[in-house]
Nanobody, 119 residues
Framework: RIQLVESGGGSVQAGGSLRLSCAVS????????MGWFRQAPGKEREAVALRDLGGARPIYGDSVKGRFTIAQDLSLQMNDLKVEDTAMYYC?????????????????WGQGTQVTVSS
């Protein structure tokens, strides 16, 4: 298993930017996909940005396309933040083939970092 530690969350006004980081440790030789999910109170966990470690193009959730970018180091640049982006953001890793957007496909999770966007 691998250990994931998120950082970079905080409070920002709508239209602002934040950059989240995910520190990775442990053996991840069998990991196929890593990325970010988020969960707002009362809502299901949803995929935000996923990176296939085999080199395929990143996958983005529809609500963040054009605003969020996941880098090769798994950092997540979030621009033009909206109130609806408010959530706990989690870094995750999967050993399943392909980059599924289903949270249950991910075996390793960080503790999360809170992002709060105010109007």
């Amino acid at each position: 298993r691998i250990q994931l530690v998120e950082s970079g969350g905080g409070s920002v006004q709508a239209g602002g930017s934040l950059r989240l980081s995910c520190a990775v440790s442990g053996y991840f030789g069998s990991t196929t996909c890593m990325g970010w999910f988020r969960q707002a109170p009362g809502k299901e966990r949803e995929a935000v940005a996923l990176r296939d470690l085999g080199g395929a193009r990143p996958i983005y959730g529809d609500s963040v396309k054009g605003r969020f970018t996941i880098a090769q180091d798994l950092s997540l640049q979030m621009n033009d933040l909206k109130v609806e982006d408010t959530a706990m953001y989690y870094c995750a890793a999967s050993r399943w083939a392909g980059c599924s957007e289903i949270p249950e496909s991910y075996e390793d999770w960080g503790q999360g970092t809170q992002v709060t966007v105010s109007s």
